[in-house]
């Protein structure tokens, strides 16, 4: 039933890719894109002169940047959807790896919940999260609950392929050596899973924000997406980019964390001269 | 000699797809202790099977075989596969260590044996390579030194140059006769080189097309300790003589 490892999510595919070739380039090109990015912003804003709340200028949402930053509003909220991130990432995908690992021991068990597993997907994740605010209250706790839900399948998926893909010579190796089964656990099928597991790590903390911030957007008294409900509802569109740019950085950093714990655990595959 | 493994009309049935296969066939001898024992017979007969069962990695569908040593203690068993099969997430000395990590022993000396055995096999320079680095034969000496370093009672060795070029095989037989001389262990290699099999054996079975059975079991009576130059001998030629007529 599972049978390819969740890369990337197509709407999202094209987004990572362009960052992957970026960073093989040397550290100046991206600096010198994002300034030309900003001047084109700047120079829009200086000749087109947009209402502030349709666009305001680079200047304004960096004046926005340092004042929500003096007044710790701005750290106040990015560390609550912090939280939530991480939480909900450890939770799901904890979860996913555990089901996953027997899911790939036992078909019969995968053949068994698969269905199931497979219609939870087709449920879009925005249309239950007021639903999951009802039920659990507009705390932090739903936020979790919700970026836990949308981590849980891209790390289960990957923990399947990456059990299942443990080569059959090596476990014939670590049967006939008698290997106790958690020997074989911790010598052979965790290593050999690793990168898979990490891919996958690397895909939900992405998600994990997206799911955050929908959560956020449904119901609650802080984190940075009720700040991006709060600038909109006061115009104050330099607000909404601030915490627009903080997700950006959040989502970029736990994906740039999993990629470099991806890339130690394969050092071996780069090895060649 | 004492015995250290009797089998006993050991038969092997698959049951594929495709119905039943019979890889193996009312099989019995017995090894003695330090035998080196080399299997010659053609490819897909069940050699590989004979070989999966004495390890522990599949049940006998007929007959049972059993070792000499204690009936409640289990002999440690090394198996050398025809690919090195090395953990590509370990340098080579972490796979070396492998067996050892297993068996619990202390780091010290685990670390201590390894060194002596990447010795043995002519890699110093290598030990903290990664298998991806390695050379086909260079990885195969590592498979080697995995299996010998476990100190096993039984080594199981499955086409174990098969995937090398003549030249590297040749110096990879010569090198395995080295070691197993230093560290004398019951052996059972399955080949199809008939050279390999009587510069290293004590005894040499053939084996028929499948479902394999014995038709020829033959003693190999040359001095030991034996030497790239016994290829040379003329008994050793009137044995590969009568090994090649008697392979189908």
Not at chain 1, 162 to 190: C, Y
Request: proline share 5%; charged share 15%.
């Amino acid at each position: 039933m599972i049978k390819q490892p969740v890369s990337e999510s197509k709407s999202s595919g094209k987004r990572h890719k362009t960052l992957e070739k970026l960073a093989r380039y040397n550290g100046w090109l991206v600096i010198v894109s994002i300034l030309l990015v900003l001047a084109v912003w700047a120079l829009g804003v200086l000749w087109g002169k947009p209402p502030a709340f349709l666009l305001p200028s680079p200047q304004a949402v960096w004046d926005k940047f340092t004042s929500t930053l003096a007044d710790g509003s701005l750290l106040r909220h990015a560390s609550v959807t912090f939280y939530e991130v991480l939480a909900g990432l450890f939770f799901g995908s904890l979860l996913a790896t555990c089901l996953g690992y027997f899911l790939a021991k036992s078909s019969a068990l995968e053949k068994l919940l698969s269905p199931y597993l497979v219609a939870s997907q087709a449920i879009p994740l925005v249309a239950i999260a007021p639903l999951l605010i009802i039920w659990f209250g507009p705390g932090i706790s739903s936020k979790i609950l919700i970026c836990a839900l949308i981590v849980f399948f891209p790390v289960l998926v990957n923990t399947i392929i990456g059990f299942r893909g443990v080569p059959d010579n090596l476990r014939d190796l670590m049967v006939s050596m008698r290997a106790t089964r958690w020997q074989k656990l911790h010598l052979l099928e965790i290593p050999a899973a690793l990168p898979i597991l990490f891919g996958g790590l690397r895909i939900g903390a992405t998600l994990s924000v997206i799911g955050a911030v929908v959560g956020e957007f449904v119901g609650s008294d802080k984190g940075l997406g009720f700040l991006i409900n709060v600038g909109r509802g006061q115009f104050d569109t330099a607000l909404v980019f601030v915490a627009i740019f903080t997700l950006i950085f959040m989502a970029l950093s736990l994906y740039g964390l999993a990629m470099l714990a991806e890339k130690r655990s394969t050092r071996w595959k780069s090895a060649h001269h | 000699m004492t015995q250290f493994l009797e089998v006993d009309h050991l038969g092997m049935t698959f049951n594929g797809a495709e119905g039943e296969l019979q890889a193996l066939q009312d099989v019995s001898f017995i090894l003695a202790e330090q035998e080196f024992l080399s299997v010659l017979g053609p490819s897909g007969s069940g050699k590989s099977t004979l070989l999966r069962l004495l390890a522990g990695l599949i049940k006998p569908t007929a007959g049972s075989f059993q070792f000499g040593c204690l009936p409640n203690v289990q002999p440690r068993i090394s198996l050398v596969f025809q690919q090195a099969n090395l953990m590509p997430w370990r340098t080579v000395l972490q796979n070396i260590l492998l067996p050892l990590e297993l068996q619990g022993v202390e780091r010290g000396k685990a670390l201590e044996r390894a060194n002596a055995m990447i010795q043995l096999v002519g890699l110093e320079e290598f030990a903290q390579a990664w298998p991806s680095e390695l050379s086909g034969g260079m990885a195969q000496r590592v498979a080697i030194a995995r299996a010998f370093i476990a100190e096993p009672d039984l080594l199981l060795l499955d086409e174990p140059f098969g995937s090398l070029d003549a030249l590297t095989r040749e110096r990879m037989g010569a090198e395995l006769l080295k070691i197993w001389q230093s560290q004398r262990t019951a052996v059972i290699m399955v080949t199809h080189s008939i050279s390999e099999a009587l510069l290293l054996s004590d005894r040499v079975m053939v084996f028929s097309p499948r479902p394999a059975s014995i038709v020829v079991e033959m003693k190999v009576d040359l001095p030991r300790p034996r030497q790239e130059e016994t290829r040379y001998d003329p008994q050793f030629q009137q044995y590969a003589k009568r090994l090649r007529q008697s392979i189908k």
